[in-house]
């Protein structure tokens, strides 16, 4: 006779291998039965970071980058197959180099203003009201509305003396 142990354990077991997660996936979606309880809890109202949100022929039509982007652009490009085994496998088709590039200058960029506090004036469109910066914190919040964390940091190792200096902190 099976042990009450060991027939949970089997159960995981059989759960674990019906899945499709990968060993090193960390970011997926929400299952629907959850975003129907609450779709506004799950979908972002201003901005979306990431594949996740991206609309239907949502590439976005870059000019020619700035050479010191290039660096940064050329990073996130042998960085990208790494980034992608750390979402859910629809996303593949979905993330490129810019998208991380783009979405992650844009999670810096909020960081480095928010330690700033010329930049809290009114006069920045998005640390300047308040009701758009509760959207957009909201929004980086969402479970779905991530970026791998190793992408921000080589980023910001890549820009964080031309910030240092245009900030001078």
């Known amino acids: 006779m099976m042990r009450l142990t060991e027939a949970v ?15 090193s996936a960390s970011i997926y979606r ?11 809890a799950y979908t972002p109202r201003l901005v979306s970071v990431g594949p996740l949100h991206t609309p239907v022929g949502g590439q976005i039509e870059l000019c020619e980058f700035p050479p010191p982007l290039l660096e ?12 992608k085994k750390c979402y ?15 979405d992650g200058y844009f999670i810096l960029e909020l960081l480095y203003k928010f330690k700033h506090e010329e930049c809290k ?3 920045d469109p998005i640390l300047g009201s ?11 919040l969402l ?3 991530q970026l791998p964390f190793f992408i921000l940091q080589r980023l910001f190792k890549l820009t964080v003396s031309t910030v240092y200096e245009s900030y001078s902190y």
């Open 130 to 140: 308040i009701l758009t910066a509760e959207y957009i914190r909201h929004d980086l």
């Open 9 to 23: 354990g089997k159960k995981i077991d059989e759960g674990t291998h019906k899945t499709e997660f990968t060993s």
């Open 143 to 145: 479970l779905e509305s």
């Open 121 to 123: 004036k009114s006069s």
């Open 30 to 40: 929400v299952l629907d039965e959850l975003r129907k309880l609450n779709k506004s």
């Open 88 to 102: 859910a496998k629809e996303v593949y088709d979905k993330l490129d180099e810019e998208m991380l590039e783009i």
């Open 72 to 83: 940064c652009l050329t990073q996130m490009r042998e960085s990208l197959q790494e980034a």
